[in-house]
Each structure stands twice: as C-alpha cells, then as structure tokens.
C-alpha cells in the first residue's frame, strides 16, 4: 500500500509540474499588453513602461516563472492587475461559490445516475430500460445552458419558485444561498446524470452476468440486495472513472451557467480576468483548476484500490 500511495503522489507531482509551465508558457505567448490595456490606448510609451517595470513585466520569463512558483508554495499569489487586490482574496472569495455548486451538482448526478443506471440493468429490455435510456439520450443533447433557461422560465418566472439568478452570499442567509444554487445545480446535474446513468447501465449489466450473481440468486437473496450489495460495488470501477472526471469538469467548466444566472464564481473571474489581460489572475486560476483536476484523479486511483483490492496488486 505505501509504494502504491508514493507512486501516485509522484505522478502527481510530476504532473502538477508539467502543469505549471504549460500554463505558463501558453500565457506568454498570447497577444496584448497588460500594461497598455491597464493604461489605455492613449498612454504614453513611458507610462506604460513604469506601469510594466512596476508589474515585474519587464523581467526575464524564467525569473517571474520562478517567482510565480514560489508564490504559489507560499501562498503569496501576489496582485490583481486590474482589481488592484490579493489574487489569494479573489480566487478564495469565488471558490465559496463555485465548489459548493459542484458539489450539489454531483450529489445530484449521482443520486439520479445510480438510481436509474441500475433501475434500466434491472429491466433490460423492458419498458423502463427503454424509457430511461431513452431520456438519458435527450440529456445528453440538451446543452446545459438552453436547461438553465428552462428552468429559469419555468421555477422563477411561472412559479415563482426560486429567484432567477444572483448569489446573496453564505454570510446574510445560508439558505437562500442555497436556494440560489438548487437551478444552477440541476441544469449542470442532467447532463452530467444521463452520461453517468447510461455508464452505470453498462457496468451493472456485465457484472450481472457473472457466477457470483447467479450464486447469491440460488441462495434466495432478493433482488434488491443482490443489486445494492453484491453488483454495485463491483461495477464501480468505472462509474467512479467517470464520476472523477465528470467532478474535474463540475469545478473548471461552470462559466456558462455562471453567467445564466448572474453567478460570481471562478469562471467569471476567468472569464474577466482573460478580457482585462489580467494574467496574474488568469494563471493563478488555470493552476488552481489544473491542480484541482489532478487532485481529483489522485483521489480516484485511491478509491480503486479501495474499491477492488486487484487494482492496487497490480500496480505494485
């Protein structure tokens, strides 16, 4: 077990290394002028030069790199450019949005994926199979920001249900910021649902067709017990696979519902931070992500080997 574990942080290291100069080195190469566009177009050369030397622009590539890396051990993010404040206070203020939406996004996935996933391998072929699947192919095309809209018409403007966009914050009312998620989380949630159930579907299938099965069938166990206890677990590998990766991109790809419903969280401030050229928030958020992504599939590989104890022999 600790070679599997040393293995894994390794990798992930290595990783989260690689990471940082790709990120890096794609921020360097793009077009534009922070200081410029900071200054405006009608600057002179001069100002925008002091504005740069002042940045730290004018430095060599390796050495702000460098700097960049040890703000980041440090926790020293250093400063917005165009918000003239604490990257660190900017990025932890819209994480307080952004991951509790990915979380009540998930828990809703897997709370109907796994539901319907085995409900249709229980009636293969059946009716509620091919109703199921059927919806979960119309999941799938929906494109999640034309559901928001839906719901936004349907739970806000008709029922008046939930308010249509905006965040009040944890701090005035927790459970109206929670309400404010419950939308935002179930247009993400579909999706990411009908591509988990139809996963599940197929995993539960061919585990229903081992010897093991039919064993605990012969001994009188019920269907139910059958599925819950003996199936699910091992047809988890996958469905975990595309749980780990489905949460990756829950966290690093909100903006467009963000913007749906007026949401202040990390992909805005991306998004914002990329139209005011503010590159030292714009890295230290794509980090953030990436590190967030690898983080994630670490804790996967750890759930592997919790889950099938195969997994971990056969890596050591």
């Known amino acids: 077990m600790a070679l599997f574990l040393v293995k894994r942080l390794i990798t992930l290291l290595a990783t989260l290394a690689g990471t940082s100069v790709v990120v890096f080195v794609v921020l360097e190469v793009l077009p534009g ?30 050495t702000r790199y460098f ?38 996004a998930m828990s809703l996935t897997i709370v109907l994926a796994l539901s319907a996933g085995i409900y249709a391998a229980a009636r293969h072929n059946k009716l509620g199979d091919v109703g199921l699947m059927g919806l979960s192919q119309i999941g799938i095309a929906i494109p999640n920001f034309w559901f928001a809209i839906l719901l936004i018409l349907l739970f806000s403007v ?56 039919r064993t605990a069938r012969a001994k009188g166990a ?28 829950l966290l690093a790809g909100t903006i467009v519902v963000e913007s749906v419903f007026y949401l202040p969280g990390l992909g805005r401030l991306i998004f914002q931070s990329i139209a005011n050229r503010d590159l030292i928030v714009v890295r230290n958020c794509v980090m953030l992500l990436a590190a967030m992504v690898v983080i994630v599939n670490f804790l996967v590989d750890l759930l592997y080997a919790a889950i099938d104890p195969r997994v971990k022999a056969s890596d050591i």
């Not at 009608?42 to 390796?62: C, F, I, M, Y």
């Open 222 to 249: 019920s269907q139910r017990r059958v599925l819950w206890g003996h199936v699910l677990r091992n047809a988890m590998v996958p469905v975990v696979t595309v749980m780990g990766l489905q949460f990756a991109e």
């Open 67 to 104: 700097h960049w890396i040890a703000g980041l051990l440090t926790g020293d993010l250093g400063l917005s450019y165009a918000y003239s404040s604490p990257v660190s206070e900017l990025v932890l203020e819209r994480l307080a949005l952004t991951v509790p939406l990915a979380v009540l």
């Open 158 to 213: 008709q029922l008046k249900w939930f308010s249509a966009g905006g965040f009040p914050g944890w701090e005035e009312d927790w459970v109206d910021a929670l309400r404010a998620l419950i939308l935002p989380a179930l247009s993400l949630a579909v999706v990411q649902a009908a591509i988990l159930a139809r996963i599940t579907r197929s995993a539960v299938l061919e585990v229903l067709r081992e010897d093991f099965v």
């Open 33 to 62: 002028n922070a200081a410029q566009i900071l200054m405006g177009p009608d600057a002179s050369p001069e100002a925008v030069a002091a504005l740069a030397t002042k940045l730290g622009l004018d430095q060599p590539a390796l």
